[in-house]
């Protein structure tokens, strides 16, 4: 088992020995240290427009661990005050087929949730060109697809503990459709955060995967290491409310 915390800069995190550090994105220069995703069999110059997906893509491609996880720098699952470990992964995927951290909940459907975010870059031209590349290469998910969008209920974060022939199987799903994708949609007049278009299009197509494949889930809080306790009550608030009060 490995849990992968994905970081493009150097950090200094107090981790179980389940985690590794993976680095992403330098291929301008390696992070001293750290295992990096320029090795091997590599997309880690798709960085700025793929964010943690290359350090997905080089799990996917470069290990053979039985379980593999991946979480971020600043973001975490964790139960109670600590970190989830081994053992406790290891007894969760003896019941659940994935670990994904809590379901958010909108005021909107997540189709308009994310095309008012593009900032007048085109996302909703972006989302019929998805469509019609998930109806042509997986047209058994088209179902799931539009059901998703037109739900109020998320996982956001792109970030996931399970199996890795789980792993490996949703891999090939998500970069098949990202890669066609990139070679129909146009993100020249982008400015630098909404270039970051497939990592955000991947936290929708996990959603459509796990929807479309009946996944058994367990779910757990994300911690920020960066955020106080008392925001991230809040946001936990917040989101309850929206589910009980949709």
């Given amino acids: 088992m490995k849990i992968f915390v994905i970081s493009h ?3 200094e995190l107090n981790i179980p020995n389940d985690y590794q550090i993976l680095s992403v994105g330098k291929y301008d220069g390696k992070i001293d240290g750290f295992l990096s995703d320029q090795d091997l069999e590599s997309i880690s110059e798709k960085n700025k427009s793929y964010c943690e997906l290359t350090g997905h893509y080089w799990i996917w491609k470069n290990t053979n661990y039985n379980i593999v996880g991946l979480v971020h720098y600043r973001r975490f699952f964790y139960k109670g005050s600590n970190l989830i470990n ?3 992964i290891s007894k969760d995927l003896n019941k659940y087929d994935i670990i994904l951290p809590n379901k958010s909940y909108l005021r909107e459907t997540n189709y ?4 008012k975010e593009d900032g007048g870059c085109g996302y909703d031209h972006d989302l019929k060109l998805l469509r019609e590349i998930v109806l042509e290469k997986y047209p058994e998910y088209i179902n799931c697809y539009d059901k998703y969008f037109n739900s109020k209920k998320t996982y956001y974060y792109n970030m996931l503990i399970c199996k ?3 792993f490996d199987n949703y891999s090939k799903f998500l970069f098949d459709i990202l890669f066609e994708l990139e070679n129909r949609v146009s993100i020249e007049n982008y400015d630098d ?3 970051r278009i497939f990592g955000f299009i991947s936290e929708r197509l996990l959603n459509i995967y796990v929807m479309h494949n009946k996944l058994n889930i367990k779910e757990y809080p994300v911690y920020m290491p960066d955020t106080s306790k008392f925001s991230r009550i809040k946001i936990r608030i917040k989101n309850f409310i929206k589910k009980i009060l949709p």
């Fill in 9 to 11: 800069k150097k950090v």
């Fill in 86 to 88: 081994n053992e406790r």
């Fill in 112 to 115: 308009s949730h994310y095309i």
């Fill in 164 to 166: 890795k022939d789980l």
């Fill in 193 to 195: 955060y909404h270039k």
